[in-house]
């Protein structure tokens, strides 16, 4: 119990989810279960709830309910067929430290195989109004809703206490319920012995999983969910916390949609002073996504699949960030220069290639601080949560020092008018959670599918930049190590 405090007051300011990898099984054969021919809209909402980081009253759930119903009549006027809310949305963070306010606010939500809609019940309690609110709206505006709440189930006569995700179809019933598994310092909640593996079902013909947040990090359930189950994509309610210099929210998110190659629908919590900010669509080639650096909401509607639009980055620089401790990296700088260079760079068993070519005419050289990062071992983060990383990147510091590489953007805005003739990275991995890792100085969300070739053979994994670029933070191939 103590050393669940010490987690909890390092992160009760901080947020719930900071974005991290952890090694839980043998690596399986990459396999891609995305449905062909089928298109959908969805629609993800990236909020700022009522009564954010103070003790929440029932009040302010009433109140970020009703902004729920706004945003699901907004999508629905978009012809949105599922619309997704963050993680604690409702509630805001501070129950998940407080046991007797989670109990407070804490929901029914019925099994699915009770086969039911709530918005149909008689049930009037306390306890069961917000999840009979939501059916009503999943069924009066003919929606699928993925909405995060603090579920309550009773066994010997004591409250069992959940981070809880529930599905309602469009006729308001629940066909999905799933508990978070791996929670992070939510020291008021309860978790389950096993994980839960939940998927759904809808009418546009794709399968869904479920996940929450942190959960995003482990093989089981997130990564088996693409591998063993086939989904065709994840819904991800999520209060992410941005990490430099591999882990902001749509770096991240855009990162696991592309290296799993399955769709992604992640609501973000938003209170950007803290860094937890980012939601977006993520769908193979493209994808639609906004980080903000002001507080407020924002819906994102977009067609998935057939006939969907371009790429559309609403995100802006501004919001908050950690520093990842880069001392365990070896690190190497990089030549500015107009001839190819060709770099090998080791950590451990695992080595980089990286080759490239910097267009150094009228560049101040001793102001340009690229620098090779390669790791491959283990990672610990509040001291208690292990990850196995194997990483190889190349990122704009804002110095000679190799922990500068974690600084905020604002410290190597260089870097916008450096442009990389040429740039690939290639290395052998131990493990298939290998991801394509990228970041733009110029408006701090991913680079564009199409400004970068990924691929793998085996273990043999390669990104190479399509065209000459600038703006480059981050550029690399970011190992799970599950």
């Known amino acids: 119990m103590e050393l669940k405090w010490k987690v909890a007051a390092l992160v009760s300011v901080l947020g719930i989810c900071l974005f991290l990898f952890t090694e839980n099984g043998k690596p399986l054969d990459v396999q891609s279960s995305s449905v062909t021919g089928h298109s959908y809209v969805a629609a993800v909402v990236e909020f700022s709830p009522k009564g954010r980081l103070s003790n929440v009253t029932t009040a302010d759930v009433e109140e970020n309910l009703k902004s729920y119903g706004n945003f699901v009549a907004e999508a629905r006027s978009q012809e949105a067929d599922i619309i997704i809310f963050p993680e604690y949305g409702l509630t805001t963070i501070s129950p998940y430290n407080q046991r007797d306010l989670a109990l407070e606010l804490s929901q029914v939500v019925p099994a699915p195989g009770e086969n039911m809609s709530p918005c149909d019940s008689d049930n009037e309690e306390e306890d069961f109004r917000v999840t009979k609110k939501l059916s009503c709206l999943a069924k009066e505006n003919g929606i699928y809703l993925v909405v995060n709440l603090l579920q309550k189930v009773m066994q010997d006569n004591k409250p069992l206490l959940y981070n809880t995700d529930a599905v309602f179809d469009r006729n308001g019933k629940i066909i999905a319920r799933y508990r978070k598994f791996h929670l992070f310092g939510e020291i008021a909640l309860n978790e389950t012995e096993i994980p839960d593996i939940t998927t759904f079902d809808t009418d546009f013909g794709m399968t869904f999983g479920v996940i929450t947040c942190f959960d995003l990090m482990f093989r089981t359930p997130a990564v088996d969910l693409v591998r063993r189950q086939l989904v065709d994509g994840i819904v991800f309610p999520t209060a992410w916390f941005s990490e430099l210099p591999f882990l902001t929210a749509s770096q991240a998110q855009a990162a696991w949609s592309a290296g799993m190659q399955v769709d992604l629908l992640a609501s973000g919590f938003n209170n950007p002073v803290v860094g937890s900010t980012g939601s977006g669509v993520y769908q193979k080639g493209k994808f639609y996504t906004t980080m903000m650096s002001s507080e407020g909401n924002k819906i994102l509607v977009s067609r998935v699949g057939a006939g969907s639009a371009e790429t559309k980055l609403e995100t802006k620089c501004g919001f908050k960030t950690l520093e990842e401790d880069l001392s365990k990296y070896t690190a190497k700088a990089l030549t500015v220069s107009n001839q190819p260079q060709k770099e090998t760079v080791c950590s451990s068993e695992l080595c980089c290639q990286v080759n490239y070519r910097i267009n150094s005419n009228g560049l101040n050289h001793r102001n340009i601080h690229f620098q090779?990062?390669?790791?491959?071992?283990?990672?610990?983060?509040?001291?208690?949560?292990?990850?196995?990383?194997?990483?190889?990147?190349?990122?704009?510091?804002?110095?000679?020092?190799?922990?500068?590489?974690?600084?905020?953007?604002?410290?190597?805005?260089?870097?916008?008018?450096?442009?990389?003739?040429?740039?690939?990275?290639?290395?052998?991995?131990?493990?298939?959670?290998?991801?394509?890792?990228?970041?733009?100085?110029?408006?701090?969300?991913?680079?564009?599918?199409?400004?970068?070739?990924?691929?793998?053979?085996?273990?043999?994994?390669?990104?190479?930049?399509?065209?000459?670029?600038?703006?480059?933070h981050t550029f690399g191939l970011y190992s799970h190590g599950f």
């Open 372 to 472: 090779i990062l390669v790791f491959s071992g283990e990672r610990i983060h509040a001291n208690i949560y292990k990850s196995k990383m194997q990483v190889c990147a190349v990122v704009a510091c804002a110095s000679s020092e190799k922990q500068s590489c974690a600084h905020n953007f604002d410290k190597s805005k260089y870097s916008t008018n450096v442009l990389f003739s040429s740039l690939e990275i290639s290395g052998n991995f131990s493990n298939d959670a290998v991801l394509p890792n990228t970041l733009n100085s110029h408006n701090c969300g991913p680079l564009k599918p199409e400004e970068f070739n990924f691929s793998s053979q085996n273990t043999f994994y390669s990104i190479r930049a399509r065209q000459p670029s600038s703006g480059i």
